[in-house]
């Protein structure tokens, strides 16, 4: 659940650069900046592994209604990407000691983030 609000959060925060963008108000370079990724965040990962949504067998599927099994399979399809991605980190992490994670961000993001910081 925990990993699920944190990427809600980041996705949060995209929104309004993702209107200006649509809308063409605002043309902004783009660059690609790897933040070290927290210790804690990737023990919690191998602890924790995200899971939105338990496993449902097809026999409880059926049972279901036909929205909920789209949801379902929207869900576990981004649960499936997410804990790829989780699990590329935590294979960074153990030969290496640290992991680096990839952040597209636009000049006025990486002024923020330094205001930050």
């Given at each position: 659940m925990m990993h699920t609000l944190i990427w809600i959060n980041i996705m949060i925060k995209k929104i309004p650069h993702s209107i200006n963008i649509f809308l063409g108000t605002k043309k902004k370079k783009k660059r690609v900046v790897k933040r070290r990724v927290p210790k804690a965040l990737i023990d919690l990962k191998v602890v924790k592994p995200l899971r939105s949504v338990e496993?449902?067998?097809?026999?409880?599927?059926?049972?279901?209604?036909?929205?909920?099994?789209?949801?379902?399979?929207?869900?576990?399809?981004?649960?499936?990407?997410?804990?790829?991605?989780?699990?590329?980190?935590?294979?960074?992490y153990n030969p290496q000691g640290y992991a680096e994670d990839e952040i597209e961000v636009t000049d006025n993001d990486s002024e923020e983030e330094e205001e930050e910081n």
């Open positions: 496993d449902l067998t097809p026999v409880q599927l059926a049972k279901r209604s036909p929205i909920f099994r789209q949801y379902y399979a929207l869900t576990t399809f981004i649960d499936a990407k997410l804990r790829g991605y989780e699990q590329a980190l935590i294979r960074q």
